[in-house]
C-alpha cells in the first residue's frame, strides 16, 4: 500500500462536487430551488453553449444580505435547518448547504443579490471556490448567479460532457418539471440569446401542462386527486390514448419537491391495469403531498432520490387512485393515434367527447362520477348493429355518429374480467375421464416443476412420474374440450416468456391467456344477433375500453368528422 496523504481542502471540495453537480443541469436544478426557497415567484435562466460557457439564474426571492452571502458559498452553511430533527419538519427544497459550494468549486462565479431591507446590494465572485471580490453593488431585490467555464479545473468530468444539445435538453428538463409543480412561478429558458421556453404563472398545474405540452396534450388529461390517511395526492394521468415509448415523461414530486422514485412510477403505471399496450407509458404528472417524517429526503446528495417508511403501501394507494381516476372517464379513442402524433410532431384537433358525443361538465361528487361512468357504459349495450366488417369488426351505429368494436379484444376484456371475478381464489380443475402420460423437453419438465404451485392454482392436475415424464389428471375448466397435452405445452410455453418471479403476477398473465384462448378471433363468423349480445356484455364490464393487453376494443367516429370526410362542412 502507498502512503496515505490528507486531500487539501480545495481537492476535497472538487471531489465532493462530482457528487451534487454532474452536468450543467445540475447547476440549474439547483439554482432553481434555491430560488424557489426564497420565495421567488419569476425565474429566468440564461445558458450559453449548452451551459458550458456559462449559465445565469436571476429571481425576484427574498434575497440575501452581505453576511448571508458570506456564508452561503460554506460547505454546509444553510438557512433551511439547524439540527437533523428539522428533517422531520422540513418543507423546503434544499437543505444539506452544498449546493453552491460545490457550483462554485469547479466554475467561476458571479452572484449578485439584496434582501428587501437593505440599501444596497451585495456582489461576490469566486473562482475555484476561492472568494476573489465582495462589494456593495446597485443591483433588484432578489438573487442573481452567474456560472461560467464549469469543470474548468477537473477537466476529467469536463470530458464526459455531451453535445451542447444534449446538455440543452436536460437544462430544459429541469426547467420543465419545476414549472409543473410550481404553476404559481413564471419560469423562463434562454439560450444563446434566444428564448426557447416562456411559461407565465398560471393557476394550476394543468394550465401548465397545456403551455408545455400543448392543448391537445392537456385535453387528454385525466384529473387524479385523492385524500388518504397517511397522504393525498394530485395531478394528472394521460388517457390510455396518449402513450411514449418510456417513463421520461412520469413526472413525480413528493412535497412539491420533483423526485426520482420508482414506488410512484410503478404505482401510475399500475394504475393503468390492462389499458396500456407492453412496452407503452402514460403522461402523468402527480405530486404526493406526505408528513416528512414518512419519508427520507438524505439518501443523496442531489436530493432527488427518496425512501418511504411505507413504500408499498404507498404504490398500492397510488395505484388505486389512479385507476379510479381512469375508469370515471369515457375511454374511447377517436381516430388519432400516437403515431400520428410522433409523425406530426403534435396531436391532430380532437373533442375530449363521450360515446354521444356530451362533454363532461365541471366538478362532480365520486356518486355522480360512478353514475356518469355507468351511464356511458350502458350506451354500448343500445348501440345499433350496421353490419360486421372482414368478420373481424362490429360496425355501429351512436348518438353522435358511428363506432366500430373489435370483436376478439371485446370478447377477450369480458372473458378476462369474468375471469378475475369467478378466480379470487383457485380456478376450478376439470377431471379427465382418462389420465395422460406427458413426455417433456428437460427445459420443459425445469419449468414445470418451477411453477407447481402456479399451475395447481390455475386449475391444472399433475402428478411427477421421475424426470421428464408426468401425469396429468385435470386442466382449466375454462378450456373446456381441449387436446390437454397441446394445452400444457401451450402454457408451458407461455410460462417461458414471462420474465416475473411474482407467483400473482404469473397468475396475472395466465388469467390473461385464458381469456384470450377463450375468445373469438377475427375471421371468426358473428351473426348480428351474437354481435348485439356481445356488446351488452361488453357494456356491463369494469373497463370496457381496451382488452387485457391494452389494446382499444372501441373507436369511435364523430358525425360532424364523418360529414367533413364528404365535404359536407
Known amino acids: 500500500m502507498g502512503r496515505i496523504n490528507v486531500l487539501s481542502e480545495k481537492t476535497v471540495n472538487q471531489i465532493a462536487a462530482g457528487e451534487v453537480i454532474e452536468r450543467p443541469a445540475s447547476v440549474v436544478k439547483e439554482l432553481i430551488e434555491n430560488s424557489l426557497d426564497a420565495g421567488a415567484d419569476e425565474i429566468s435562466v440564461d445558458v450559453e453553449e449548452g451551459g458550458q460557457k456559462r449559465i445565469k439564474v436571476k429571481d425576484n426571492g427574498c434575497g440575501m444580505t452581505r453576511e448571508e452571502v458570506k456564508l452561503a458559498f460554506q460547505k454546509h452553511a444553510t438557512s433551511k435547518i439547524e439540527d437533523i430533527e428539522d428533517l422531520d419538519d422540513l418543507s423546503s427544497l434544499g437543505f444539506r448547504g452544498e449546493a453552491l459550494p460545490s457550483i462554485a ?14 440599501l444596497e446590494g451585495t456582489k461576490i465572485v469566486l473562482d475555484g471556490g476561492d472568494v476573489e471580490k465582495i462589494e456593495e453593488t446597485g443591483c433588484a431585490v432578489g438573487t442573481s448567479i452567474e456560472v461560467k467555464d464549469l469543470f474548468y479545473n477537473t477537466p476529467a468530468r469536463k470530458k464526459y460532457l455531451k453535445k451542447k444539445n444534449t446538455e440543452l435538453a436536460h437544462i430544459s428538463e429541469v426547467v420543465t418539471r419545476n414549472a409543473i409543480a410550481n404553476p404559481e412561478v413564471e419560469f423562463s429558458l434562454t439560450h444563446n440569446e434566444n428564448e426557447l421556453t416562456f411559461i407565465p404563472k398560471s393557476r394550476s398545474m394543468l394550465e401548465n401542462i397545456k403551455s408545455i405540452y400543448g392543448k391537445e396534450v392537456a385535453k387528454k388529461m385525466i384529473e387524479v386527486e385523492k385524500e388518504l390517511e397517511d397522504f393525498s395526492l394530485k395531478g394528472y394521468v394521460s388517457k390510455p390514448e396518449i402513450t411514449r ?3 421520461k415523461h412520469i413526472f413525480t414530486y413528493v412535497n412539491s419537491r420533483y423526485v426520482k422514485n420508482n414506488v410512484l412510477k410503478n404505482g401510475i403505471v399500475d394504475g393503468f391495469e390492462t389499458l396500456l399496450k407492453k412496452g407503452r407509458y402514460p403522461l402523468a404528472f402527480l405530486d404526493i403531498d406526505i408528513d416528512p417524517a414518512k419519508i427520507d429526503v438524505n439518501v443523496h446528495p442531489t436530493k432527488t432520490k427518496i425512501r418511504f417508511l411505507e413504500a408499498e403501501k404507498v404504490r398500492e394507494r397510488i395505484a388505486e387512485a389512479v385507476n379510479d381516476s381512469l375508469l370515471k372517464k369515457d375511454l374511447i379513442p377517436d381516430r388519432s393515434t400516437e403515431s400520428e402524433v410522433e409523425r406530426s410532431g403534435e396531436i391532430s384537433e380532437e373533442r375530449d367527447r363521450t360515446i354521444d358525443g356530451e362533454k ?11 353514475e356518469k361512468r355507468e ?12 353490419g360486421i366488417l372482414k368478420d373481424s369488426y362490429i360496425v355501429v351505429e351512436t348518438p353522435s355518429g358511428m363506432a366500430i368494436v373489435d370483436q376478439h379484444a371485446a370478447h377477450e376484456r369480458i372473458n378476462y374480467e369474468n375471469l378475475k371475478d369467478k378466480l379470487e381464489d383457485d380456478i376450478d380443475s376439470q377431471k379427465l375421464v382418462s389420465p395422460k402420460t406427458v413426455e417433456l423437453k428437460p427445459k420443459e419438465a425445469a419449468l414445470l416443476r418451477a411453477n407447481e404451485e402456479l399451475l395447481e392454482r390455475l386449475g391444472f392436475d399433475i402428478d411427477y412420474f421421475g424426470k421428464t415424464t408426468f401425469r396429468l389428471r385435470g386442466v382449466p375448466v ?3 374440450e381441449v387436446q390437454e397435452k397441446e394445452i400444457l405445452h401451450s402454457v408451458l410455453d407461455e410460462l417461458s416468456e414471462w420474465k416475473s418471479n411474482s407467483l400473482e403476477e404469473r397468475r396475472e398473465e395466465m388469467i390473461k391467456y385464458m381469456a384470450c384462448h377463450d375468445s373469438v378471433t377475427a375471421g371468426d363468423k ?18 370496457p375500453y381496451t382488452c387485457p393487453h391494452g389494446r382499444p376494443t372501441i373507436v369511435s367516429f364523430a358525425e360532424k368528422e364523418i360529414e367533413k370526410w364528404f365535404k359536407r362542412t
Not at 351511464?375 to 350496421?386: F, R
Open 105 to 118: 468549486a469547479v466554475s467561476k462565479v458571479t452572484a449578485l443579490t439584496k434582501s428587501e431591507d437593505q
Open 375 to 386: 351511464i356511458e357504459k350502458s350506451k354500448l349495450s343500445h348501440m345499433s348493429v350496421l
Open 478 to 480: 375454462i378450456f373446456g
Open 245 to 247: 415509448s418510456n417513463r
Open 526 to 543: 358473428l351473426s348480428i344477433t351474437s354481435a348485439k349480445e356481445l356488446l351488452e356484455r361488453l357494456g356491463k364490464v369494469e373497463n
Open 360 to 370: 363532461s361538465k365541471g366538478e362532480q361528487t365520486k356518486l355522480e362520477m360512478d
